[in-house]
């Protein structure tokens, strides 16, 4: 049975309470981005490798990014209970994902543009070194896609009752970073190998492009998640359906607006207008949406049929 809380207790506004394992990784990775970065930026630079060079420019801006991931756990976690966010902190977890989408979108360019140049103005390459520092930035991204996939116990993969997990679009981001580091290392080997066996010189600024497009689709993608939750633009239609059939099961209640978006990563919360011949108070339904427990703030308006006729 469940408890009536008393209406003049304060409410509280606290959906997320930050994601200390996403946190911890988050930094684990960036420190070991930046040592790779700076080896492949300077072996790039003496070996005369684009690939290569590129990689590790577009490697700093991934720096950059791990670094907002983790700010940006670490900034949602410090004001959970700043009363100043009106539902919450969560966001700024997803505003630093966006942020990280926005960093790939220049990391694409830049790797598009310098590539194009290559074409036209090819430089010498140190194969043997070259390959060398490309693998190694492999390894490291690959562990690191190890470390930022990892499951937490905060947040285990079981479906619950009424809903799905959701992704961390934070971490996400950052595990999109990762994976760009890694498709950009395989291309660079591509093109070396290449270029040492085959004399392919135009394959290395052509990885370069390659990449360079991969990354951008998957800039838009996260671009298109994030932009939507900052929006509240995003919502679970099949939750607002459930929670339209429960409020008018009785026969008598109808809504008359719904609104349901998310305000963290498995929680919602809905602002419902209903038009009843009855005079229930909000507790009633209140009471009937306490099953789906996805629902963290809930906030009810009653009109009666005499009101409004």
Known sequence: MHKTKNILEPHQHIFNEGN???????????????????????GGWMFGSMALLADGWHMST??????????AYLLARRY?????????????????????????????LYMAAESVRRFYKPHSI????????AVLGLIVNLVSAFILKG??????????????????????????????????????????FGDKYMGWRWLDPLMGIVGAVMIGIWMLGLLNETGNILL????????????RKALEADGDS???????WRVGRNKYACIVAIV?????????YKRILRQYEELAHITIEINSLEDIG
């Open 20 to 42: 200390k394992g996403a946190e911890k990784n988050a930094w684990i990775v960036f420190f070991l981005t930046v040592i790779m970065m700076v080896a492949e930026i300077l």
């Open 62 to 71: 991934h720096a950059l990014a791990l670094g907002i991931t983790a700010v």
């Open 80 to 108: 959970t209970a700043d009363k100043r966010f009106a539902f919450g902190t969560w966001k700024i977890e997803i505003l630093g994902g966006y942020t990280s989408a926005i960093l790939l979108g220049f990391v694409a």
């Open 126 to 133: 140190q194969h043997k070194q070259a390959i060398i520092i």
């Open 151 to 192: 499951r937490s116990p905060e947040h285990p993969i079981h479906q619950e009752k009424h809903f799905h997990h959701q992704k961390d679009l934070n971490i996400h981001a950052a595990y999109v970073h990762v994976l760009s580091d890694a498709l950009t290392s395989v291309l660079a080997i591509i093109a070396l």
């Open 232 to 243: 509240d633009r995003e919502t679970d239609e099949g939750l607002a359906v459930k929670i």
């Open 254 to 260: 109808r809504i008359s607006d719904l609104h349901v």
């Open 276 to 284: 009843s011949s009855h005079r229930h108070v909000p507790e009633y």
